[in-house]
């Protein structure tokens, strides 16, 4: 299948700080990034659909000032997680898909741990 | 009502049994349908997509009923390794937007 990295794997931060989480479709030109969260035990919750060049679309009950995502190319998009606090540490998932329909390919997902 | 919705489990069944999943979905009008698997502390990864035909990939059989609008996701000869969480899938066009919507997942122990 098609390759979706995502980096860091994992990332540890002091309360306050930023961290920004990069997704890349490595052999597709993705029309479509997601971006989820899934606490532990629990199931993958969307936060927002990211289409290349245009704004995110967030889901209910996501602060789109806390968590920025940009999506410049169609091979990149990025979440920044902004003045992180312990409760923002989750598992962070990229998805990204080629066209509309499409199945979706995962990035490795990144753990956020905030101290 | 959920857009996607599965029964969570678990599913606890002995090496070599035979289990099936279920998934119903609201939209009749919806496009593409997916199976996942994802392991514990792990991405999703893409275990097949369903066809209004059906498919088959080895011991695994994906069937689509579109009137019913529900998916079936068929395991036969049940491995320890296929021990996971299994998660539906569906593409849906809603209010101008092409989304995926995920189920919450079934999870399957096979046991030795």
């Known amino acids: 299948g098609a390759v979706v990295s995502q980096h860091p794997s994992w990332v540890i931060c002091k309360s306050g700080t930023s961290v920004k989480i990069e997704c890349r479709s490595l052999d597709f030109q993705a029309t479509t990034m997601f971006w989820y969260r899934q606490f532990p035990k629990q199931s993958l919750m969307l936060m927002a659909t990211s289409n290349e060049g245009s704004k995110a679309t967030y889901e209910q009950g996501v602060e789109k000032d806390k968590f920025l995502i940009n999506h410049a190319s169609l091979t990149l998009s990025t979440l920044t997680v902004t003045s992180a606090h312990p409760e923002d540490s989750s598992f962070y998932i990229c998805s990204a898909r080629e066209r509309p329909g499409a199945e979706a390919f995962f990035g490795q997902g990144t753990r956020l741990t905030v101290v | 009502r959920k857009e996607v919705e599965q029964d969570p489990g678990p599913f606890n069944v002995p090496e070599g049994a035979t289990v099936a999943f279920n998934c119903t979905y609201s939209?009749?009008?919806?496009?593409?349908f997916f199976w996942y698997r994802q392991d514990c502390r792990k991405e999703p990864k893409l275990l097949m997509s369903?066809?209004?035909s059906g498919n088959e990939d080895g011991r695994f059989t994906a069937q689509l009923n579109r009137a019913s609008q529900y998916i079936s996701l068929l395991i036969r000869d049940s491995k320890l390794s296929d021990s996971a969480t299994y998660l539906c899938?569906?593409?849906?066009?809603?209010?101008?937007?092409?989304?995926?919507?995920f189920g919450t997942g079934t999870r399957l122990t096979v046991i030795p």
């Open positions: 939209n009749s009008a919806s496009q593409s």
């Open positions: 369903v066809y209004s």
């Open positions: 899938v569906v593409n849906m066009v809603q209010t101008g937007a092409n989304n995926l919507f």
